[in-house]
């Protein structure tokens, strides 16, 4: 309903968004730098953040700019079974048929891989998130799945992207061999202070207006509330449009935020 109130074109803060309309954070930037380097090195990547920090979003926006003819991205998501359900779901996301025992779809995975890198000379990337949720056997057979020629060469990019619970689970003693392995560590934080501002404007501008929405002391409100957590920002923003709207009013006030925000718990 306020989309015609204030000139909108699009809800400003869904979920439906392009890669390239993603807004340029400071951690974003950082991450593209440190994926590229991982990417180049072909070992073992580990992202994390905080559930809504927008850390698979800056990921799929890093991605998004691989070339195709060059890179073969493999995604998995909510990896929660066992190792045979993880390679069947990489195997699936592969395009290969996928096998009956835990030895066949292993060889399978590592010749598909070998035929990307050697025949068509491709990069291939496998990317698994919510990796938190993965089980201490599935971690170790994703290490050795990017073992090639007795360590000789890498030929399988590893990234796994998980809550913070997965930087501390992978600094026990259990997962040193793992550990070894990992070329880039980065903990994805949400928006700051100075960004919050920038980032209603972008997103504002994506909808359609240059108009500076939401008042000063609104912008406060909104990053007390939610520590800068993108996904946070955007439902509290939303709710606070709307409570702006019903008020009449051009503008987004801090008494309009705290008004929204019940509705967003």
């Known amino acids: 309903m306020y989309r015609k109130h204030f000139g909108l074109n699009r809800h400003p803060f869904g979920k439906e968004i392009e890669p390239e309309e993603l807004f340029p954070s400071s951690g974003s930037q950082e991450l593209a730098v440190r994926l590229g380097h991982l990417i180049e090195m072909r070992g073992i990547g580990l992202v994390t953040g905080d559930s809504g920090s927008g850390k698979t979003s800056a990921c799929r926006k890093v991605v998004s700019t691989l070339h195709t003819g060059l890179h073969r991205v493999v995604y998995v998501a909510h990896s929660t079974g066992n190792v045979m359900d993880v390679y069947k779901s990489i195997a699936w996301e592969?395009?290969?048929?996928?096998?009956?025992?835990?030895?066949?779809?292993?060889?399978?995975?590592?010749?598909?891989?070998?035929?990307?890198?050697?025949?068509?000379?491709?990069?291939?990337?496998?990317?698994?998130?919510?990796?938190?949720?993965?089980?201490?056997?599935?971690?170790?057979?994703?290490?050795?799945?990017?073992?090639?020629?007795?360590?000789?060469?890498?030929?399988?990019?590893?990234?796994?992207i998980g809550q913070p619970e997965l930087r501390r689970r992978l600094g026990m003693a259990v997962y040193e061999a793992i550990c070894q392995?990992?070329?880039?560590?980065?903990?994805?934080?949400?928006?700051?202070?100075?960004?919050?501002?920038?980032?209603?404007?972008?997103?504002?501008?994506?909808?359609?207006?240059?108009?500076?929405?939401?008042?000063?002391?609104?912008?406060?409100?909104?990053?007390?509330?939610?520590?800068?957590?993108?996904?946070?920002?955007?439902?509290?923003?939303?709710?606070?449009?709307?409570?702006?709207?019903?008020?009449?009013?051009?503008?987004?006030?801090?008494e309009h935020v705290q008004a929204a925000l019940p509705e967003v718990g």
């Not at 066949?104 to 949720?133: G, K, M, N």
């Not at 560590?185 to 928006?191: E, N, P, T």
């Not at 409100?221 to 946070?232: D, E, Y």
Request: hydrophobic share 45%; net charge positive; proline share 4%.
């Open 181 to 254: 392995r990992i070329v880039i560590r980065y903990h994805f934080g949400g928006l700051t202070r100075d960004e919050l501002s920038a980032y209603l404007l972008h997103r504002l501008r994506l909808a359609g207006t240059e108009l500076p929405v939401f008042e000063p002391a609104a912008q406060e409100a909104i990053f007390q509330a939610t520590g800068g957590l993108p996904r946070k920002v955007n439902l509290l923003a939303h709710h606070a449009l709307m409570a702006a709207a019903l008020a009449r009013s051009k503008t987004v006030t801090a």
């Open 94 to 160: 592969m395009g290969l048929s996928v096998e009956r025992s835990r030895a066949a779809l292993y060889r399978q995975i590592r010749t598909e891989v070998s035929r990307l890198c050697i025949e068509a000379r491709c990069r291939p990337l496998l990317i698994i998130d919510e990796a938190h949720h993965l089980r201490p056997d599935v971690l170790e057979d994703l290490r050795l799945l990017t073992n090639y020629q007795m360590d000789a060469e890498n030929r399988l990019c590893l990234l796994l």
